[in-house]
């Protein structure tokens, strides 16, 4: 018989065939399940809601199929639900009508942030309550900071983000996440916490938010569409070895978690910073890639469930601990 020629590395290996066969233990699904290497579930997750204030009924958002704009009066109601289901934790995003220039809303003691979040804590004490931590949902102009001479002023919006998450900690918010993209923004953020007396209150930073196409639905979502772009504080999407920068630099202003947003365009860089920093690890599965999902299954395309099991799946193994989905309350009251 003749010999095939393989590396030296694999000889050992080839050579037991057919010993050694693989495929053994994938016959069955009792088999495959317990070889399975890497689980999601419903601890991993994190559900991103949407809270309208000035609405009487949920508003249904066209370009993501399966999310509304839950409106304020109904917030309570809607988060106990969500903790029946199964929902651990939140992250919570605010669409004012109250804007302005600088998004001051969002610092008010009695502005929807604080009032959203303070009624989601009320209606589940132990569901975890994240507040996104920006101001495009608060501002006139829909970016994620002052604007000055045309441009975001950087260090003018780290004050401001530090005010923002001191008046959500004071709203009950249980984690604090900035996804503004200043430099600087966790060191301020941390200071302006501890300096309150949240000591305690830990960071979620969007510490690798590239500039992404995927972002379109949640602008609609979210209320925060705007002229020109973000791509002078987003990152470039070509760029790996600063996606690890950024989130170097936010561990070493006292993040207490990473994140790389979005997450199956970014799959190397989620595992560059999983070697590169022994930090809790997000991944935020967005708008974008949620609505190419459900689109290509209402045409027939791919199969839902199939293919939320394996984009899930591909953010855990890729180095992820939690991953933010708009996914979550289905797969809380369907399973995968």
């Avoid at 917030?75 to 969500?82: N, T, V």
């Avoid at 249980?174 to 996804?179: E, T």
């Avoid at 936010?250 to 365009?265: H, N, Q, S, T, Y």
Wanted: net charge neutral; glycine share 8%; charged share 25%.
């Amino acid at each position: 018989m003749r010999r095939l020629f393989c590396p030296y590395f694999l000889v050992g290996f080839m050579s037991t065939f057919p010993t050694v066969r693989l495929r053994r233990l994938r016959k069955t699904e009792a088999l495959r399940s317990l070889m399975r290497e890497t689980h999601v579930s419903m601890n991993d997750l994190i559900y991103p809601i949407f809270v309208e204030e000035g609405i009487d009924a949920p508003a249904p958002i066209a370009t993501m199929p399966g999310v509304v704009r839950i409106p304020e009066k109904h917030l309570g109601d809607e988060i106990k639900a969500m903790y029946a289901d199964g929902i651990k934790a939140v992250m919570m995003f605010g669409v004012s009508h109250n804007k302005d220039e600088t998004g001051s809303d969002s610092w008010k003691k009695e502005g929807l942030l604080s009032r959203m979040l303070k009624r989601a804590k009320d209606a589940a004490p132990d569901m975890v309550v994240i507040s996104d931590t920006c101001f495009c949902e608060y501002t006139s102009h829909g970016h994620c900071g002052v604007v000055d001479g045309g441009h975001v002023h950087n260090d003018h919006t780290i004050a401001n983000l530090a005010k923002q998450s001191v008046n959500a900690a004071k709203a009950g918010a249980d984690m604090i996440a900035p996804s503004a993209m200043m430099d600087g923004q966790i060191a301020a953020i941390r200071a302006g916490l501890d300096e309150s007396g949240f000591t305690d209150t830990p960071i979620m930073a969007y510490s690798t938010k590239f500039a992404s196409s995927l972002y379109g639905p949640f602008r609609a979502a979210a209320g925060c569409e705007l002229k020109g772009d973000r791509k002078a504080y987003q990152m470039d999407p070509a760029n790996g070895r600063e996606a690890i920068r950024e989130s170097l630099q936010d561990e070493a202003e006292g993040a207490d978690i990473l994140m790389v947003k979005p997450g199956l365009a970014y799959l190397d860089v989620l595992a560059d910073i999983r070697q590169s920093s022994l930090l809790p690890l997000a991944v935020y599965q967005v708008s974008g890639e949620y609505a190419m999902i459900k689109f290509a299954a209402a045409a027939g395309a791919i199969d839902e469930k199939r293919a939320v099991r394996e984009t899930l799946g591909s953010f855990k193994r890729a180095g992820a601990d939690l991953i933010l989905t708009y996914f979550a309350r289905d797969i809380a009251r369907e399973g995968f």
